[in-house]
């Protein structure tokens, strides 16, 4: 067991799950790196059980704060039970495509599980719950098949640095002792539009949910218009807009092998004709666009990378944000659309309006907002965990 500073008592008694390594005071007994260890406050109150990680600054990630809890397999299953039902409540009829368990937010740290279809694509991220892995996909799978799905084959993405942070080794592929197909490239459809997903190879687990129900937003108003799609990767938004009956649409990488991707999603839609693909540098076409003096696009959709991914560098992304933001605002004409976003949970949502009002008046321009969206809700927002909170998306008629 641990006991931790009041910061960390008041902050878990809030339901934040996580204890930092500088606010434990003192440990007791012999604990393994993995393992479960009880949190208790300065005056021996319980606080939790978490996994303990020796190698993190997250030093444990609290589970439960039921003092009474086993842990034990129906535990798991429990949990997983609810992640399961309620991504059938909330996704309807995509349910067959989303992210099956977000990790805290599902109460089960340093877990991702999204399902493309029959594939399950999961990422680990915390030392305990590796230890737990096998028990884990297994329950999952044997949830789904019992409420009728048909799961062939779980895909692990455990190729991210962030793993080394908790002393875990860094690798890819099937996980072996659940039977599963030869190729890693499988097929979704999302809104209506196909898509090939290449879970190997692509970013992340090979595709972004997130944005689901924003590529539909966008596709409800992208009629007629001349559409430019920046930082499109696989195509995503840019399809939408074709599918919502786009005059045309030209689509942005820097990524020649994204463009490739989209360039054949395009074609597994049959909506070759109604797009354009360009390899760009965003930060460059965007200046080269409007010093042509013309005004080729009335929609323009900005669904760029987290520029930052830590406190230190958010001054950087916010500046990265302005220019995009700004060069888009230039180059509509007046009346046209713009869709932007970021999905970095260190921009926040008052840094990032403020930078789009900044945009604006150093464009001369002003912002008509006509939504503001967040991540879809199979990326649920556990409002005690602020972590779980990221993506900003607004779509504006700039005049």
Known sequence: MVTVTKKAEASLRKGHPW????????????????????VLSQKGAYLGTGFLSLNSKIRVRVLSSNAN????????????????????????????????????ADGLPGLTVDRFSDILVAQVLSFGMEQIKDK??????????????????VYERNDVAIRSLEGLSEYKGWYEPIPHPAETVTEITENGVKYIVDFENGQKTGFFLDQKYNRLAVSKIAKGKRVLDCFTHTGSFALNAAFGGAEKV?????????????????????????LDFVVADVFDLLPELEAKGEKPFDFIILDPPAFTKSRKTVKGAERGYKEINYRAMKLLPRGGYLATCSCSHFMKNELFVKMLHDAAADAGVQLKQIEMRQQSCDHPVLWNVPETDYLKFYIFQVV
Request: proline fraction near 0%; hydrophobic fraction near 40%.
């Open 19 to 38: 204890v930092y390594e500088a606010e434990i005071l003192q440990s007791f007994g012999e604990m393994s790196n993995g393992c479960l260890v009880d």
């Open 250 to 274: 030209t689509a942005v990488d820097v990524s020649k092998t994204a463009i490739e991707t989209a360039r054949a999603n395009a074609g597994l839609n049959g909506l070759e004709e109604k």
């Open 136 to 153: 884990i996909y297994n329950l999952l799978v044997k949830i789904l098949h019992e409420g009728g799905e048909t799961i062939n084959g």
């Open 69 to 104: 809890e086993t842990f034990s397999d129906a535990f798991w299953e429990r949990r997983l039970k609810y992640a399961v039902e309620y991504r059938k409540t909330v996704m309807g009829g995509d349910f067959s495509c989303c992210r099956l368990v977000f990790g805290e």
